[in-house]
């Protein structure tokens, strides 16, 4: 019989990188770093968001759909062989062509045997100066259901969901194992450096926040690198800080603001027993006095 106390160990890989204009070389550095994850350890293994090219939303511009490709499709089918002869999971984040006219900002779970498990289409898009996405994307259809795969049940979610607690706990209801938060985000070279530590420091906390309500852990994977304006202004300069933290919002690992990096770590899934026995968050919820949660304001 086994032992209901066993530690349940899950090595995940995390590739913090930067990306050009150049499609073909940024998808050969990733697929580099997943093989150096994979000789490594890691059983799965995460991408940053869009990781094929530059984040193209700085502005809109109608050309950069002809980014887009279907799922499953040429990259699907690349990462699938890979994920098949590494033996691996691999998230991967993509600029799904759905349909003509139809686009959505879209996770995508290659499980070991080289087939699709599931997929997350971005639910909450942004819409800010550098950050034009709903131009492009539209909203997510497929709601907050964690992706069943041999690592485990993962809840996938992408960037902008990350602020949103309620995304967070939904997939927590639902079973996943841990939180998984592909990333593109970055400041301003135009912002004081006091407001750039402020915004940093928010969007690492309001994840390890996520951690701790829900007693799960969290994976957050961003871009690093200055990357151009196409119109000629000051640019994004992702922030990198790729980060795992455990049930109580703990820090496993963190990365660098400035530099590529994979890293593979260790996360102890069987802990977040433990931690909901100590902080049963999900027993006390008074869910008959949260009706107006389905509201967008108490007027």
Known sequence: MQNKNQKKILNVGVVQ????????????????????????GAELIVLQELHRGPYF??????????LAEAIPGPSTQILGALAQELNIVIVASLFEKRGVGLHHNTAVVIERDGSIAGKYRKMHIPDDPG????FYFTPGDLGFHPIQTSAGKLGILVCWDQWFPEAARLMAMAGADLLIYPTAIGWSPNEVRDEQIRQREAWITVQRAHAIANGIPVVSVNRVGHEPDPAGGAGLTFWGSSFVAGPQGEFLWTATTDSEETHVIEVNLSRSETVRRMWPYLRDRRIDHYGDLLK????
């Open 57 to 66: 939303c700085q502005q809109e511009i109608s050309d950069h759909f002809d």
């Open 131 to 134: 950050y034009y996405e709903k």
């Open 296 to 299: 967008i304001y108490r007027d």
């Open 17 to 40: 990188q930067s990306c050009t204009a150049d499609l073909t070389a940024n998808f050969a550095k990733s697929i580099a770093q997943i093989r150096i994850a994979a000789a490594q």
